[in-house]
Structures are given as structure tokens and as C-alpha cells.
């Protein structure tokens, strides 16, 4: 079942690729129905929040009316950074899944770790490296067209 969100969530990671945004996606689901999808759209809407993650859970809230998002799991393709893990703590998400790791900017494991380091009223359970290789590909694959396309010009 897992693997089966984390690939609704790389269709959204497709989206933001496609407009040129970094490619990451996320989905929350409560009782096994996906209930918020979102990609990336921070250069498009030229809006520093405007992260997957964030974008997710303002649907998710949106669409269950509440701003806690109690028994809902989020999956998405990138570790979050420190801002995506604290909305997500807030939010009082349940459980993560992640697919690549974030050696850079991730907040849930990687640089640091939101999620078990420190003591907040809220405790988010976190399980990595789902669809790990397909996840990772994605971002690979983006940051080399960008590397190629900034040398051609």
C-alpha cells in the first residue's frame, strides 16, 4: 500500500518537474484514501512556503475542516526541510513516509531531526527510503538538465 501513495505522490513530483520546479511531491492519506495532493510551486508562485509539504497539508485542512490532521500518514518523495517538519508536527500528522533522503536540507533525519531530537507535544512516526531509487532518480535527473541547460547559456 505504501509503495502504491509514494507513486501518486512522484505523479505530483512529476508536475512540478515538468514546470521546472524542484520535483518533489507529497499526498496525505486518512483511512486509506488519498485526501490532499500538491507539488512544489515556489518559483512558479514565487512564494518561499510554497513547499509540497505545506501545500498538502493546507488541503488536507481544507478538506477536513480542521487544522489537525489527526490519523492522517503524508508520503513524499523528499525528506522534508526544518519548515515542512514543523508544519507537519503542528498539523499533528501521524506518520511520514519518505522516499530520498535530503544530505542538504533534510529535517527528519538527515541534517537534523524534528522528529525525534527534540521534545514536542507531538510525536511523528517516520519511515524511509520508500521507492527510494525512483524518488532519488527524479531529483537526479532534474538537477543535471538544470546543470546542462545553465552551461548552454
Not at 110 to 130: A, M, P, Q, R
Amino acid at each position: 500500500m505504501k509503495e502504491k501513495f509514494m507513486k501518486e505522490a512522484l505523479k505530483q513530483a512529476e508536475k512540478a518537474y515538468k514546470k521546472l520546479e524542484v520535483p518533489v511531491g507529497a499526498v496525505i492519506v486518512k483511512d486509506n484514501k488519498i485526501i490532499a495532493r500538491a507539488y512544489n510551486q515556489k518559483e512558479t508562485k514565487n512564494d518561499t512556503t510554497n513547499h509540497a509539504e505545506i501545500m498538502a497539508i493546507k488541503k488536507a485542512s481544507k478538506k477536513l475542516g480542521s487544522w489537525r490532521l489527526l490519523d492522517c500518514e503524508m508520503y513524499v518523495t523528499l525528506e522534508p526541510c526544518s519548515m515542512c517538519a514543523g508544519a507537519i508536527i503542528q498539523s499533528r500528522i501521524k506518520k511520514v513516509y519518505i522516499g530520498a533522503m535530503d544530505e542538504k536540507t533534510g529535517a527528519c533525519g538527515s541534517v537534523l531531526n524534528l522528529f525525534e531530537d527534540y521534545k514536542f507535544n507531538h510525536k511523528v512516526e517516520v519511515e524511509t527510503g520508500v521507492l527510494k531509487d525512483e524518488c532519488e532518480g527524479i531529483l537526479k535527473k532534474f538537477f543535471r538538465e538544470l546543470r546542462d541547460l545553465k552551461k548552454s547559456k
